[in-house]
Every structure is written in structure tokens, then in C-alpha cells.
T-cell receptor, first 114, second 114 residues
């Protein structure tokens, strides 16, 4: 299994609070991704990173920011959480710079915004 | 824009039946990659197969087989002699030639009844 750890695995918080999710990898892969999974939507890309300090927006980036100060860590921040951001969040990693290689996923973080 | 359609929201079959999961995609890229992922009830995402746009050869892996047809923009997945352990949500996904993440279908929930 790919060495991907997401933390926390579960979190319940209140509307308006800041939340940071962490994705840690031990594979030294250059590319990292954050997706959210919602019923009826499948997985949708939030942000991705193609190197340290290199990030870009995905399909549903509004309300989220990311940072990558080290190869192994990719952080997803909700500056002021809203109930619409209640979701399961998945981190993924990929070794090479094209989709020629599969992405491998972490086990997910279940986030509830009350 | 890329799009993946999995028209079957849920399929229920009796164990040992064959079942086909449909996936239709849209893309303007000439180089692209197609994937299938499995999400069992435990929630993790498991990579099953990757196919690039230049390789239309069908693939078989044990009870699993995949049929890629560019003429109909389809990448269908067949499970032969289904088993209860095949019960899961299956996602079809599409990636372009870059590293900007995958576009997922909404998933098909497969239920194998004993």
C-alpha cells in the first residue's frame, strides 16, 4: 500500500471555525491532490500540487486553500468552515507528471461542519 | 472540459451472475487516461486499472475484464461470476495528458446478493 496518512480521520466542528487537514506521504512523490467526495457527485478535485510551494486550483477550490512546504506534506485549510463543506476528503499522490501513472489515495477524512 | 458518465447509479445481482458497469467519457484531449477504482464499504479507494488512449486492447485480470472502445467513448468493466466481496462502489475516472488531476464519474453502487 502507498504510504499515505491523512489526519485527522474524523472531525466535527462548528460553522465559522478554521480547519486544517493534513496529508503525509512517505513515497517521495512529487504530485499530491485533494478531492472531496459527496453523495451524487463522485470525487471532485479541490487543489493539487506539482512540487514544493507549487499548487493550483481544481474544480471546486472556492473556500479552500492549500500549502506544501515539504515534499511529504500537503495541507488543506478551510479558513471559515461552512456546512456545505461537510464531506469526505481524500488525499492522493502520484509519482510522475502525467496521468500515465495511477493516483493512490489515502483513507479519507470525514469532516462534519455543524 | 472533461466529463465522465456512469449512468447506472445502483446495480443489484445475485452471486455468480456476470455484471457490466458502464462508463462513457468526453474529452477533447488526444492523449488521455482512463481508470477504474473500487470503494468497498470500508471507504478506501482501490486502484483497479489504467488505460491510455492509444491502447484499445481489452484487458482481463481474473474475473475482471475491461472493454475500451474509442469509437463510442466507452470504458466498460465486467465482473464475471460475481462474488459478495465484489460489493462496492465503482468509479470510472478520466485524466488528461497533464498532471492536473482526475475527473470522476458519480460511481455505480454494485450489490452482490448471496
Amino acid at each position: 500500500d502507498a504510504g499515505i496518512t491523512q489526519s485527522p480521520r474524523h472531525k466535527v466542528t462548528e460553522t465559522g471555525t478554521p480547519v486544517t487537514l493534513r496529508c503525509h506521504q512517505t513515497e517521495n512523490h512529487r504530485y499530491m491532490y485533494w478531492y472531496r467526495q459527496d453523495p451524487g457527485h463522485g470525487l471532485r478535485l479541490i487543489h493539487y500540487s506539482y512540487g514544493v510551494k507549487d499548487t493550483d486550483k481544481g474544480e471546486v477550490s472556492d473556500g479552500y486553500s492549500v500549502s506544501r512546504s515539504k515534499t511529504e506534506d500537503f495541507l488543506l485549510t478551510l479558513e471559515s468552515a461552512t456546512s456545505s463543506q461537510t464531506s469526505v476528503y481524500f488525499c492522493a499522490i502520484s509519482e510522475v507528471g502525467t496521468n500515465n501513472q495511477p493516483q493512490h489515495f489515502g483513507d479519507g477524512t470525514r469532516l462534519s461542519i455543524l | 472540459a472533461q466529463k465522465v458518465t456512469q449512468a447506472q447509479t445502483e446495480i443489484s445481482v445475485v452471486e455468480k451472475e456476470d455484471v457490466t458497469l458502464d462508463c462513457v467519457y468526453e474529452t477533447r484531449d488526444t492523449t488521455y487516461y482512463l481508470f477504474w477504482y473500487k470503494q468497498p464499504p470500508s471507504g478506501e479507494l482501490v486502484f483497479l486499472i489504467r488505460r491510455n488512449s492509444f491502447d484499445e486492447q481489452n484487458e482481463i485480470s481474473g474475473r475482471y475484464s475491461w472493454n475500451f472502445q474509442k469509437s463510442t467513448s466507452s470504458f466498460n468493466f465486467t465482473i464475471t461470476a460475481s462474488q459478495v466481496v465484489d460489493s462496492a462502489v465503482y468509479f470510472c475516472a478520466l485524466g488528461g495528458g497533464g498532471a492536473d488531476g482526475l475527473t470522476f464519474g458519480k460511481g455505480t453502487h454494485l450489490i452482490i446478493q448471496p
